[in-house]
């Protein structure tokens, strides 16, 4: 373990601790310190060939500085609301989860990039981003090296709705990272194909900085479940395939326009595409918790009208009366609205077919009960009894652990 990474975990701990105006002093001078990172990257020795190279293609980085800085502005923020280390907090500012991002939120494919669930996290994702960033965005140009980042991260979002908990919420930008190093990748790959006469070497220290920081940012992101190991390597495969694209004259020129444009209209029609299928998933937890209310609270408010029944203070008439016009209403609404729901994961199907039995037998149960009462049978409210039952053993099978 190195000393850097010893102690960014000392400052992180330190950083948890703090008081709220000592934490905000920290983050200035956490910010500082990655603007002068920032500007170590773009240091190049006098007459460096490679320096040269990147300042007539762009002179200088805007679109890498940009992302860093909203990583950094979105994280400081959080931590001062205090939503850090909070599952909702993490959906409030843009996490990605499926039963908000299919229902019309899909702002959150790319919002989620720009949240982080920790310092290290948000660490990790400056390590990865700017040193190989300032360089690809000027020996690219801004717009292809733009749009390749959006368009990763996108693709990267939309496979985490597919293979992740639909209730689970991923966050991070490692998956628009990891097509960054596609991009390089891909980049690399036409560089050498292409065999330019006149080759230049990238300087050593250049070198030794992206490792560190690639290494830094590929070791945590696989060991990290903010995001996941599939969109991470979906967004790495878009990158490269985009790259592909963007990239073929890189050893020449900038990348083109409209090679930048058909790679990011691709992305987005994949996108687009695998997302479909994903729209309107429901997540009927909340639904659950509402009927298992709904029989709590039924079943306490005829237990009081029986007690009032025998006392002498509630006629039988009312008694069926409240069966009959209150609690079977109610249930057949839920019955009915559980029957109407559509896109439900597969994990919590056989907890809406529990609770859809559950509805169909204590009505049912309900309806006996009122037979009884109003023939005045005991053999139909001993049915009753038992389909009661019935209804509460599907009732245990889908009822909420709190």
């Keep these: 373990m190195s000393i850097g990474f010893v102690l960014m975990i000392l400052g992180g ?58 990583n950094v502005i979105v994280f400081v923020l959080m931590l001062l609301g205090g939503a850090l280390g909070d599952t909702q907090g993490l959906i409030d500012w843009g996490g990605n989860m499926a039963t908000h991002t299919t229902n019309g939120e899909w702002w959150r494919l790319i919002g989620s990039t720009f949240v982080h669930g920790s310092l290290f996290h948000l660490v990790a994702t400056l390590a990865g981003l700017v040193p190989l960033g300032v360089i690809l965005e000027r020996a690219l140009g801004r717009a292809a090296f733009a749009g390749i980042y959006v368009a ?5 979002s939309v496979v985490a709705l597919w293979t992740t908990d639909p209730t689970a919420v991923s966050v991070g930008a490692s998956g628009a990272v990891f097509g960054v190093y596609g991009l390089l990748l891909a980049s690399l790959a036409w560089y050498f194909k292409n065999k330019p006469e006149e080759k230049i070497a990238i300087p050593a220290i250049t070198l030794k900085r992206l490792g560190v920081a690639s290494a830094f940012f590929v070791l945590y992101s696989l060991g990290n479940d903010s995001l996941g190991a599939a969109p991470e390597f979906a967004g790495l495969a878009v990158g490269f395939a985009g790259g ?71 006629t039988e008439d009312a008694l069926i009366k409240m069966i009959d016009r209150t609690i079977i209403p109610e249930l057949r609404a839920v019955r009915e609205h559980l029957a109407g729901l559509h896109g439900v994961p597969s994990d919590q199907a056989p907890l809406v077919a529990a609770a859809s039995e559950y509805c169909q037998l204590r009505e049912q149960s309900w309806r006996r009960r009122a037979e009884g009462l109003h023939k005045l049978n005991s053999k139909v409210l001993r049915q009753a009894d038992e389909e009661e039952r019935a209804a509460l053993r599907a009732f245990e099978k889908f009822r909420p652990s709190t």
């Excluded at 948890?16 to 920290?26: L, N």
Aim: hydrophobic share 50%; charged share 25%; aromatic share 6%.
């Design 244 to 314: 592909l694209v963007v990239a073929r004259n890189v050893s020449r020129e900038k990348a083109g326009a409209r090679s930048t444009g058909l790679a990011v209209a691709a992305a987005t029609v994949i996108a687009v595409a695998c997302g479909f299928p994903l729209q309107g998933i429901t997540d009927v937890r909340p639904d659950l918790v509402k009927l298992a209310a709904l029989e709590e609270r039924t079943a306490g408010e005829y237990d009081a009208a029986v007690v009032k029944y025998r006392g002498g203070t509630l």
């Design 152 to 156: 990763s991260g996108m693709v990267a």
């Design 13 to 70: 701990a330190a950083l948890y601790f703090m008081k709220p105006d000592e934490r905000t002093a920290f983050l200035k001078k956490a910010v500082a310190t990655i603007r002068q990172g920032i500007r170590a990257s773009l240091e190049a020795t006098p007459d460096d060939p490679f320096e040269e190279l990147l300042r007539a293609r762009t002179a200088k980085p805007l679109v890498t500085p940009l992302l860093a800085a909203l």
